[in-house]
């Protein structure tokens, strides 16, 4: 079986969930399943930054094939994709004709075609949330999800929440939609490597609370600010808030002006980083924090979970489920509700082994490899071939 596989979102400045998503299933098709082929597929962009993206999610490491580049760049790309349903695949890049299957990863969807298409929708925000997203940005994700609905033979998502939402808020068929959860990297950060990261950014110095994502209204990251900010008003607590990953969209604001003046120094953005310096940061903090309004999955959740990093995070929908039980829950817009459970954390020790443990347990139940495995099942079903395991239906354990 070959299937074709648009990893376009590793281009993107910032790649966020569904870059980690589209480079890890395809790194794991192809170690898992070395007699299938994948054939992954990017928009007209330089070949050196094809090669640079590729390297940086260590495709070229898995072995997986050299992207075809299509000749359209991708705003153009997308909008004759969704607004004329052309060009199709195989007419760009005649290696695709090959496969006998495509998967749009993102719901950037190419068109039908001769061949089964699954698509993956992570979440529906751009619904429940349309002020979070710049106009082209809501433009997209509805012409997106529209087309997925017109063409796609199954709709892949990662929760039970996810696909009820999709199910409400879309004209997507719930019965084409499989559940297939996300899975979360194994390794773990070791002590010498976390004081190496934690020294080179320059953060060995005071205990740190840790948030990770792009900087875009959805990831609430001005509510954590705010708590943060009183927690440590009366200097019984030295610890800095370190904000890791790439500016997003609408950025301006999300970090009130007055707690950035207040908190000074003790608020830091590293940017982007590396998966090993990430992982470190996850390992180095005594807490990790994530108020978003609304995920598909949530996979900073489980990542520092993996690293044995208690967690605190946004009582929404899809983060009770993937949290399971493991971390502390707390209304998302709720300041004074986070800040007590921010200071309690940090000011009891105690506190923190329970989440550590249950945290480490629930990441185990996740990996790359069932992910891939599950979706390799939704593939043969899409192909005519027998239903997948329960496992592509929404279930955890």
Known sequence: MDVAVNIEQLLHRAPGGTGRYSARLVTQLTSLFPADTVLPFTALHRRADVVSAVRAFGLDAAGVASPAVLGLPRPLLYEAWHLVGQPRLEWMAPSLRRADLVHAPSPAVPPRGPRPLVVTVHDVAFELYPEAYPPRGRRFHRRGVEAAARRADLVITATEASAREIADHTPIDPRRLRIVPNGVDDAVS?????????????????????WVGSLEPRKNVGTLVRAFARVVAGDAFPHRLILAGPVGWLEDGLIPERERVLLGERLRAVGQVSDADLRALYAGAEAFCFPSLSEG????????????????CADVPALREVAGGAAVLVPPLDVPAWTDVLGDLLGRPGAREPLRTAGRARAAEFSWGRTAAATRDVYLEALGGPTGPPSTRARYR
């Open 190 to 210: 070791t002590p010498a490597e976390t004081a190496e990261v934690l020294a080179r950014h320059h953060l060995e110095d005071a205990p740190y609370v840790l």
């Open 297 to 312: 999955f949530g996979l900073p959740v489980l990542e520092a979970m993996a690293q044995g990093t208690p967690v605190v």
